[in-house]
């Protein structure tokens, strides 16, 4: 595929110099080490682990946090488009960047002490240390704060005991993120951040079987019984849902960008096959209802690019809202399941296999659309911002 831009409105004028570099950079690597691959990976059901270190050395693992910590220090815009480039190729490739820089390293660096970023940052940054996010449980997954995982104090020590669910990196991961209620289960104030490495006593993780989406992800259940970690690894500045919420806030802010990039994937892919795809003597593409199809992939692509670049320029201003994120994902991520699904029909019957990337890109957006907030509870939360009535219960 030619990764030529898809830039109606000419918003390379509205990038700098440093945030289309970084694009130009991230959009090269994943067409010469990610596509000629990711298909393969796809179909074996694996997630492409040689490719890590090479995340990590290019800046792409927590890259809009401090270079101080071993990170690349970007802008909010330059990381958007980092997660706009990956999911271009992938949507489990981004997750695992989602996941690493979003709900590992950002809650060490808000939550965490001192000597916890400066233990885990680094590691994280390079990709030497894999790490996950253990949020959702079998029963709680649109209402975490139901969590049942508890975490009790036992001198200098806590006890871990509970179960996660849907855990992306987590069967890969060295460490994990567990958020655990300390005080009574009614009580989601009592939630708490811990850093769990994975290879303490008691903490087992088993992919999740099954999958028809996210083929090349790594989805694992966690279990976790009388797993102990010592003072040290609860996350000090964690207090209550807000803290596990405010890192969704983070990784939903990536994936409005990325799935701008699996959209502007499967129109390319259908730009290019209408053009070439003879049938009744005429390319498909010179058929109206090919063109159609075309218009409106293109223009959903074009509203949702200015909405992502000016929710990063309102978050580099420190001026945006969690619901003006959950606006964002809702809408790009809804946009690019549209959007692969039309470009699968275009492509008739070769649009269901693996050479090509929309029926990839389609089945992998449905994972997209229900995580971090599947569309409805964004629709929730829209509602509530709007009206202020909650209507979660
Ligand atoms: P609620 O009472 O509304 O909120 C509790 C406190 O949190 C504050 N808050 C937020 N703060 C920062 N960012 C946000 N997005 C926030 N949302 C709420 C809120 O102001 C309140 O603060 P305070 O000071 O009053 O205590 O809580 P609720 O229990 O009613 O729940 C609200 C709801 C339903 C919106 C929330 O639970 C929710 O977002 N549910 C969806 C769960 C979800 O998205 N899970 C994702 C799991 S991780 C994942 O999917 C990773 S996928 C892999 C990848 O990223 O690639
Ligand atoms: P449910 O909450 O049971 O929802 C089922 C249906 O009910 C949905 O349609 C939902 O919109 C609807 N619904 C729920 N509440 C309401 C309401 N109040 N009003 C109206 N409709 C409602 N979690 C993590 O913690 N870490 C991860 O790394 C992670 N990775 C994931 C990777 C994959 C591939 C997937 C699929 C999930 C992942 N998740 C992860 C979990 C994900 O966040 C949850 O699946 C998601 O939050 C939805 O929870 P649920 O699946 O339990 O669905």
Not at 9 to 37: C, H
Not at 41 to 62: K, R, S
Not at 243 to 265: D, F, H
Not at 296 to 320: P, V
Request: net charge negative.
């Amino acid at each position: 595929m030619s990764f030529e831009g898809v830039d109606y409105y000419e918003m390379d004028g509205l990038l700098g110099d440093e945030e289309r570099a970084v694009r130009d950079m991230v959009r090269d690597w994943v067409e010469s080490e990610l596509l000629p691959v990711i298909a393969h990976h796809y179909v074996e059901h694996t997630f492409p682990t040689q490719l890590i270190p090479q995340m990590g050395e290019l800046g792409f693992l927590g890259a809009n946090l401090p270079e101080e910590y071993g990170c690349a220090g970007l802008n909010n815009v330059a990381y958007g488009l980092i997660m706009q480039e990956l999911e271009r190729g992938d949507s489990g490739i981004r997750s695992f960047c989602s996941v690493q820089g979003a709900l590992v390293m950002y809650p060490i660096f808000e939550f965490g002490s001192e000597e916890q970023r400066r233990e885990w940052l680094p590691r994280l940054a390079t990709g030497e240390a894999i790490g996950c996010f253990g949020l959702t449980e079998p029963d709680f997954g649109s209402n975490p704060g139901g969590m049942l995982t508890r975490a009790v104090r036992d001198g200098d020590e806590w006890v871990l005991n509970g179960s996660k669910m849907w855990i992306t990196n987590g069967s890969m991961a060295d460490v994990a993120i567990i958020w655990a209620k300390t005080g009574e289960l009614d009580d989601a104030t009592s939630i708490r951040g811990f850093i769990v490495e994975t290879d303490r006593d008691g903490f087992t993780a088993k992919d999740q079987v099954g999958k028809l989406s996210l083929l090349a992800s790594d989805t694992s259940e966690l279990v976790l019984q009388d797993v102990r970690v010592p003072d040290s690894h609860l996350m000090p500045n964690s207090g209550g849902l807000k803290s596990p919420l405010k890192c969704l806030t983070q990784a939903r802010y990536g994936i409005a960008w990325g799935a701008i990039g699996a959209a502007m994937a499967c129109y390319q892919e259908a730009v290019e096959y209408a053009k070439n795809r003879v049938q009744f003597d005429k390319p498909i593409a010179a058929y109206q209802i090919q063109q159609v199809r075309l218009a409106e992939m293109l223009t959903e692509i074009t509203k949702a690019q200015l909405l992502a670049l000016q929710l990063g320029r309102l978050k580099d201003a420190g001026r945006y809202t969690p619901q003006q994120v959950s606006l964002a994902k809702r809408n790009n991520v809804n946009m690019a399941c549209e959007c692969a699904r039309e470009a699968r029909r275009l492509l008739g019957g070769n649009g269901i296999l693996v050479e090509y990337s929309a029926m990839r890109h389609m089945a992998n957006l449905e994972s997209v659309y229900t995580y971090e907030g599947t569309h409805d509870i964004h629709s929730l939360i829209l509602g509530q911002d709007i009206t202020g009535y909650p209507a979660f219960s």
